[in-house]
């Protein structure tokens, strides 16, 4: 099992920005790759970023890219989400979620193929 553990929410104001952290726990040496994904009040789960656990390598949904960061400290087991230039439609509960088998290109920003979810954590921007 891996626990997932987000921080990092927050009201901020449209331009804004803010950083999430997702603290991995358990088995991590099993992970494959970790991602961000965001859900609004009405809305699906959608897709934010994905980074491999090994190499680095990422992956961004097209409506934050350029604004959003996706990074990994595999010391500390911790992936961050760096929000930049942040607007009223960024607005969701943001989860951390973890796969333990490799993600083709297909299946990436898919929820369902991920074994492991944070509880979530609110970001508000506000106009």
């Known amino acids: 099992q891996v626990q997932l553990v987000e921080s990092g929410g927050g009201l901020v104001q449209a331009g804004g920005s803010l950083r999430l952290s997702c603290a991995a726990s358990?088995?991590?040496?099993?992970?494959?790759?970790m991602g961000w994904f965001r859900q609004a009040p009405g809305k699906e789960r959608e897709f934010v970023a994905v980074i491999s656990w090994s190499g680095g390598n990422t992956y961004y949904a097209d409506s934050v890219k350029g604004r959003f960061t996706i990074s990994r400290d595999n010391a500390k087991n911790t992936v961050y989400l760096q929000m930049n230039s942040l607007k009223p439609e960024d607005t969701a509960v943001y989860y951390c979620?973890?796969?333990?088998?490799?993600?083709?290109?297909?299946?990436?920003?898919?929820?369902?193929?991920?074994?492991?979810w944070g509880q979530g954590t609110q970001v508000t921007v506000s106009s």
């Open positions: 358990g088995r991590t040496f099993s992970v494959y790759a």
């Open positions: 979620a973890a796969s333990a088998k490799p993600l083709g290109p297909g299946a990436r920003q898919v929820a369902r193929v991920y074994d492991y």
